[in-house]
């Protein structure tokens, strides 16, 4: 059996409370951006700003920067005039 660590998902799931503040269940980061079809750098952006700051890895505010690259680097793939256009 390898000793490596697996990625359960566990860090990415947040409870979802209804409007009067009953839990109702809870939900991880990817598959909510999975509903929404956003892409692998959309979804990265969606995760940097939705758990910014909360890891402690990294603090908020270089969340926030990476999640701006990220949305950055999807306007610039979307603003392309080929599929070789590498500007």
Sequence with gaps: MS???VDTGV???KAIRDTEGKAIG???IYSVTE???CDSILSHAVKKILC???RGVKDPVNDLEE???SI???IKI???TSPCDTK
Excluded: H, I, P
Aim: hydrophobic share 35%; aromatic share 12%; charged share 35%.
């Design 3 to 5: 000793n490596e660590s």
């Design 11 to 13: 860090k990415y799931k």
């Design 35 to 37: 509903a929404f079809n």
């Design 67 to 69: 999640a701006l690259v």
């Design 78 to 80: 979307l603003n392309r």
């Design 72 to 74: 950055q680097r999807k």
């Design 26 to 28: 809870a939900v991880d």
């Design 52 to 54: 910014y700051g909360e």
